[in-house]
């Protein structure tokens, strides 16, 4: 069966400082992977998507970046940190193989707080 | 832009009766919707998908239906029970780009 697994679980981290959350995905091939930041009163906000190795789209504007070095890897970095980065951010992913309507399969979060 | 619109208030329904949350979208009408539960600090969980071409769609307690003219999706759970609490989240395709536009979900509160 498939899995994803996140981590850290929660960060605190002061404005300034760099962020790397990683994320992994065991049990599928190509996958389609996403980042998702859920804001308190706000609903998910997808930040990037990749269908790829090294393919990544962003969505929104903002000082943070993604990468996929490999196929079941994705990870979601800045170089410096804002307030407005503060949420809970979110990895899933998707089977590909053209299916559009795949349900999403997302880990169980960070939360990041950033002071 | 496409735009999910749900309830965002909290829903208190006593147990044993019918939960209804109601999902809006706007402009063209998506190929499809999906359900999602959410329970605080975890990631959401997918329950079911419904095409634009389907009507209802049940699983166990679960049904979905799909209203093109009204521009719509109702999720019910029968029999609730307080361990349908939760946060019910509504999602439609992005139409030729991966990955779904969410609405805020909805707080549903069951109560014994």
């Known amino acids: 069966s498939q899995t994803i697994h996140q981590w850290p679980a929660t960060l605190v981290q002061p404005v300034g400082s760099p962020l790397s959350l990683e994320c992994t995905v065991e049990?599928?091939?190509?996958?389609?992977l996403y980042w998702y930041r859920q804001a308190a009163g706000r609903g998910l906000q997808l930040l990037f998507y990749s269908v790829g190795i090294g393919q990544i789209s962003s969505e929104v504007p903002q000082n943070l970046s993604a990468s996929r070095p490999q196929d079941r890897q994705f990870i979601l970095s800045s170089k410096k940190l804002l307030l407005s980065d503060s949420g809970f951010y979110l990895c899933a992913w998707s089977q590909s193989w053209g299916l559009s309507n795949s349900p999403l399969h997302f880990g169980n979060g960070t939360r990041l707080t950033v002071t | 832009s496409q735009k999910i619109e749900q309830n965002s208030e909290a829903l208190n329904i006593q147990e044993g009766k019918t939960a209804t949350l109601t999902c809006n979208y706007t402009n063209y009408s998506p190929a499809y919707l999906q359900w999602y539960r959410q329970d605080p600090g975890r990631g959401p969980v997918f329950l079911l998908l419904i095409r634009e071409n389907e009507k209802e769609k049940r699983k166990e307690r679960l049904k979905v239906t799909f209203d093109t003219t009204l521009k719509q999706s109702l999720f019910h759970i029968t029999a609730s029970q307080p361990a349908d609490s939760a946060t019910y989240l509504c999602?439609?395709?992005?139409?030729?780009?991966?990955?779904?536009?969410f609405g805020k979900g909805t707080h549903l509160i069951i109560q014994p």
């Open positions: 049990g599928t091939s190509n996958p389609n």
């Open positions: 999602a439609r395709n992005r139409g030729g780009a991966d990955g779904l536009t």
